[in-house]
């Protein structure tokens, strides 16, 4: 699960949050069986609950059941930075064995 923290108004293109709008898109049209959940929250409360130092700058967190939350300043990624550590946490959390 990959969620922006910030305001919604910024997940559109040309916004500040773009990144999280295109991986969302490219996400849902490249892969089938394992998608990811993307998510935009813009409440203070939850936002605490990650304990993350910086509360001025919007991030992205990335989720995942099995491992500790990894969060991304949004100045510090892209589309791609996105879809690959998504895809990379999810590959650490679910090996697959032959």
Known sequence: M??????????????????H??????????????RVWFYQIDDAECRKSIKYNDTDSDIIVLYNRKMT???LELAQV???????????RYVQ???VWN
Request: charged fraction near 20%; charge should be negative.
């Open 69 to 71: 939350p990894k969060v």
């Open 93 to 95: 959390a679910n090996p």
């Open 21 to 34: 709008l295109q991986a969302a898109i490219a996400d849902r049209y490249r892969f089938d069986m394992t």
């Open 2 to 19: 990959v969620v922006y923290f910030g305001p919604m108004e910024d997940v559109a293109l040309g916004k500040k949050a773009e990144m």
């Open 78 to 88: 892209d589309t791609n930075t996105i879809l690959q550590m998504s895809t990379i």
